[in-house]
Structures are given as C-alpha cells and as structure tokens.
C-alpha cells in the first residue's frame, strides 16, 4: 500500500498548496530546476528539458515528488503557479535482523527546491511543515530527516528553523559534480520532538 494514500492531498496552507506531482507538471519545475543557483546544490542536474522530463516521471526513483503552488491572497495574479518542489521518500529505519520488520517504512528522507523568484518569502518553510506534519501526521512515520552540503547554508538554515536536530557535520564526504569533495550536513527530526515544538 501506498503510504501517502493516507494523506487528503492536496496539503493546505494559509498561502499554498502541495499535492503529488503529475507528469505535466516537469516542464514548469524545469523553469527554475535548471537555474545555476538551484542546480548547483541538488542531487540530479540534466542538461536538457527531456532528460528532466524522464527523471521526474521515473517510479524506479523510489521518491514521491510533490509539487508547491501558489494561493497567496497577497499574490492573486500567481494563483495556482508552481514555485517549488518536494521529494519525500519513505524507507525502512535501521534496524537488527530480529525485529526488522518493524523499522520498514517508518521514516522519510526530505529534500526540495524552491524557484528563486519565490524565495525569502517563507514558502519553503511553510509547505515542509505542511509535508512534515503529513509524515507524522496521517503517514504515521516516526522520523524524518535530510541533508545537504554544508555550504549550501540556505538549505541546512531552514532545516533549523522547522525543528530538525544536526546529527551530523561529516568532512569531506560529498562529493560535487564539479569533482570536488565538501563537508556534508544531515538533520533528523522525531515525530516526539515534532509534538514538541510550539505551534
């Protein structure tokens, strides 16, 4: 079964909504995925619409990608445009061969991307609280987490600022696609500690 089935998509808030991606929304994300300022930091940079267009659509990716529009009533003219993206990726949690079956599919890994148009507003922010709370939420996991590198301070910035805990500052461990090594941050999250957090 399909854990984000769970979920009553799309996601609300006050400003935006996040529902799961559809193949035609690969061309608006291209927009701003192929930008050097956001290319520069993700997983995966194709150079070209196609490639992308395959990447984003691929069930062999094991991620479910969701995409962040617009419902800002301070920006009615941007009513329904895409501004950023989500992959949320459910997998099992470590665990000893004894009990194994417990620790599967009760985490997530996280990562997005925001059109630079868009950012310094707080969007990003709210649509990972939104994802966050879903994961604890109807999803029922118990942990999420992410990481970025370490120079990519926006990024690991805003993991603080929803609640996530640094775990880990590795050196030299990520290698970038300009074939030099960088320090890597990871930041995970508790469904207790996500309680925890004022409101």
Not at 93 to 115: H, I, N, P, S, Y
Not at 124 to 148: D, K, M, N, S, Y
Request: net charge negative; charged share 30%.
């Amino acid at each position: 079964m399909d854990p984000l089935s769970r979920v009553d998509w799309p996601l609300r808030t006050s400003r935006l909504s996040v529902r799961r991606a559809t193949p035609e929304d690969a061309e608006p994300s291209w927009a701003w995925r192929r930008l050097p300022e956001v290319s520069e930091w993700v997983t995966r940079a194709p150079s070209d619409l196609e490639t992308f267009r395959a990447q984003f659509d691929d069930p062999a990716r094991l991620a479910i990608q969701l995409v962040i529009e617009l419902r800002d009533p301070e920006a009615p003219d941007d009513a329904g445009r895409l501004v950023g993206d989500v992959m949320l990726r459910v997998e099992d949690g470590w665990a000893q061969a004894e009990v194994l079956d417990a620790a599967r599919g009760t985490q997530a890994e996280l990562g997005w991307t925001l059109d630079p148009a868009f950012q310094g507003r707080g969007y990003a922010t709210e649509a990972l609280r939104a994802v966050i709370a879903a994961c604890f939420g109807p999803i029922g996991l118990r942990r999420v987490h992410a990481g970025c590198f370490a120079d990519n301070e926006p990024s690991w910035r805003m993991m603080e600022r929803l609640g996530m805990r640094r775990e880990e500052h590795s050196r030299g461990t990520a290698l970038h696609r300009r074939g030099t090594w960088h320090d890597g941050m990871n930041y995970g999250l508790l469904a207790e500690e996500w309680d925890a957090l004022p409101a």
